[in-house]
């Protein structure tokens, strides 16, 4: 299956329009040519792996998130992410019951 789907080009185009940058100028300053995100968005053509990690760095973390799982993260979400990293396997257990704990009393 090709690495770039349209679900996932459309969603590297919804970045690239946030962006107060052009695609150009993306694609420019990630050294990989002028027409390199339009060659994904509007040809539907697959980079490599390495040119994709390239593109991404171009990018805010959430962003990239976005791109790579379709997923909205807010900064705030991130921030727990690295909290989350930064644990044993024993404590994200933990963690990950104590949520689950906390949601069905949520819900309840």
Not at 4 to 26: C, G, Q
Not at 76 to 90: A, M, T
Request: charged share 35%.
């Amino acid at each position: 299956m090709p690495i770039m789907t349209k679900t996932l080009a459309d969603r590297l185009n919804e970045v690239v329009d946030r962006d107060p940058r052009s695609a150009n100028r993306i694609s420019q300053d990630a050294d990989l040519g002028r027409n390199f995100i339009r060659s994904i968005v509007v040809e539907r053509k697959d980079p490599s792996i390495g040119k994709l990690e390239t593109l991404l760095k171009q990018f805010e973390e959430k962003d990239k998130f976005y791109i790579l799982t379709g997923h909205e993260m807010t900064e705030d979400d991130l921030k727990f992410l690295r909290l989350l990293s930064g644990l044993s396997p024993e404590a994200r257990r933990n963690a990950a019951q104590l949520f689950r704990s906390l949601l069905a009393t949520e819900g309840a």
